[in-house]
């Protein structure tokens, strides 16, 4: 017996279920027509789920899985079902039509919301909308939509009852919901007021983080260590909001800094203003701004202020200004006091002394080493190791800028530094790589030229730095020095141009010995 043949008769008394057709007072049913329809339905309907697997990498499909698989049940209804729904009652093909309407009318408003809103502000770098006002925007589209289907599709339906139970209804669920309907209007009132966008940092509360978005019920934060924090709407309505991304997005930093009695104010001054001054992450507008706070027990105290573009890199600037005031202080001798008891002894001790001499003599020897100090008698190398300065360069500072006028000589101890150049259109070409035993900075020392490149640390570096005070009495008691310094000026010269003139194919011009030593007579006043 087939299936179609199996009568299935609800309602009715035994001895009237006898036929295959059976007429309600809603609808006829017949069970083989159903049977194949849904089969069918379902074979197709497994065939798009398999299909719709390959799409799933398509952000636009994923946000409307649920209402396009409806789409599809009612769509396949339609196609397998239609003379069995309208069989069952006029309003059944109507409610299935009426249905799938609806449902391309929500995913076209979804397109057209994920574009604007998303797609074309993402293309224009403009804030995103918050998606409580989009939501709000695409519920009372679909309730226009929804009441033009039920006039359309169930003409002999009464608006006014349907409006009179909505309200009771709404009634209702306002009283139960009245928590969510206080987050609603909160959300709605922050949107309208606009304290914050999507992209802002702020403080709410006890939270600080940057706005991610702002639902109907609450607010997303995203905090430094990327960490979600959620909070409603109505509690963000109750506090007090700090915004640090508007009026503009510059933000001020407050650093505290003491220094030693030892140190005056204006050095300290001086100091703290070139590390901020050498710092590219540092606006220049508004300039940084340094005040003397307070004379405490074991320090000079100030107060620094300065902007940088975005709060979100707050921590990070703030720690590379620390960093560098600290090697900035150990170069200037500024020394950073400890709060507690100074007890000063003015007796050396044996071992420190021994230690001194230890590094005198190594640098002596490191300075004979040089061609450019080769001519110099061992009590002239050694005057220059007493007097030279040992300076402490962190990484990525700055130890000489391209065009800027010198008068000291660097010997590398430790570290790794690179040599770049400016080009017309503003980009920094490396040179070369220098580390521990490698010099700069001889012509600067010997004639006052500009710096012919940009010597940036790599690691941290340490250096001898001989200037021209210290350089200028040994040349001024043996004169004859000059003659052999301006020829190894004329050899590193030769040097460098034939490296240029390999790198760019371009002739380059040599300075003869004599110009040298013109240049360093002048420049220390020996004629």
């Known amino acids: 017996m087939s299936i179609e043949s199996v009568p299935y008769i609800i309602g009715m008394p035994e001895s009237n279920r006898e036929g295959r057709v059976m007429n309600l007072n809603w609808g006829t049913f017949q069970t083989g027509d159903w049977f194949i329809g849904l089969v069918s339905m379902l074979v197709t309907y497994v065939i798009f789920t398999f299909l719709q697997r390959f799409l799933n990498g398509y952000h636009f499909l994923r946000g409307i899985a649920f209402q396009l698989n409806l789409l599809v049940l009612a769509l396949l209804a339609l196609l397998f079902l239609t003379p069995q729904l309208v069989g069952l009652h006029r309003y059944v093909l109507s409610a299935v039509q009426a249905t799938a309407v609806f449902l391309l009318v929500i995913i076209g408003l979804r397109a057209i919301d994920m574009f604007f809103f998303d797609q074309l502000r993402r293309w224009r770098h403009q804030t995103p909308v918050p998606i409580v006002v989009r939501d709000i925007g695409r519920w009372a589209l679909s309730l226009v939509v929804s009441v033009f289907l039920i006039r359309y599709f169930f003409e002999g339906v009464n608006l006014d009852v349907l409006a009179v139970s909505s309200i009771v209804a709404g009634y209702i669920l306002g009283n139960a919901t009245k928590d969510s309907l206080g987050n609603l209007f909160s959300g709605l009132e922050l949107n309208t007021d606009s304290p914050f966008h999507i992209g802002d940092w702020v403080t709410m509360g006890n939270h600080v983080g940057c706005i991610v978005d702002t639902t109907w019920r609450a607010t997303r934060l995203k905090t430094k260590t990327n960490d979600y924090i959620v909070i409603p709407n109505a509690v963000i309505a109750r506090e007090p909001v700090i915004n640090y991304s508007r009026p503009t997005r510059d933000h001020g930093c ?237 050899q590193r010269d030769a040097d460098r141009a034939t490296r240029r003139q390999a790198d760019s194919k371009v002739p380059v011009v040599l300075t003869p010995q004599r110009v040298w030593l013109q240049r360093i007579t002048h420049f220390f006043s020996l004629d």
Request: aromatic share 8%; with cysteine.
């Open 254 to 490: 407050i650093i505290n800094v003491g220094v030693d009695y030892e140190t005056p104010p204006n050095k300290a001054r001086q100091t703290i203003m070139q590390v901020l001054d050498d710092m590219p992450t540092v606006l220049k507008q508004p300039p940084p701004l340094l005040m003397l706070t307070d004379y405490a027990d074991f320090s000079i105290n100030f107060k620094l202020r300065f902007f940088i573009a975005d709060y979100a890199e707050l921590d990070q600037i703030k720690s590379d200004v620390m960093y560098r005031l600290w090697y900035a202080f150990k170069r200037e001798g500024i020394t950073i006091p400890f709060p507690i008891q100074d007890i000063r002894i003015r007796e050396r001790a044996a071992g420190e002394e021994t230690a001194r001499d230890k590094h005198i003599r190594q640098l002596q020897d490191l300075l004979g080493n040089l061609d450019l100090f080769s001519s110099l008698s061992g009590d002239d190398l050694k005057r220059l190791a007493e007097q030279a300065q040992i300076r402490v360069y962190g990484r990525c500072e700055c130890l000489v800028r391209e065009g800027e006028l010198g008068d000291s000589f660097f010997l590398i101890r430790e570290g790794v530094v690179k040599l770049t150049v400016a080009q017309a259109d503003g980009r920094q070409t490396e040179l070369a790589s220098m580390t521990a035993g490698q010099f700069f900075g001889e012509r600067s020392l010997l004639t006052g030229t500009k710096r012919s490149a940009t010597v940036t640390a790599e690691t941290d570096v340490v250096v001898a730095v001989v200037d021209k005070p210290v350089f200028a009495p040994i040349l001024q008691a043996n004169t004859k020095l000059v003659a052999s310094l301006a020829a190894v000026l004329e």
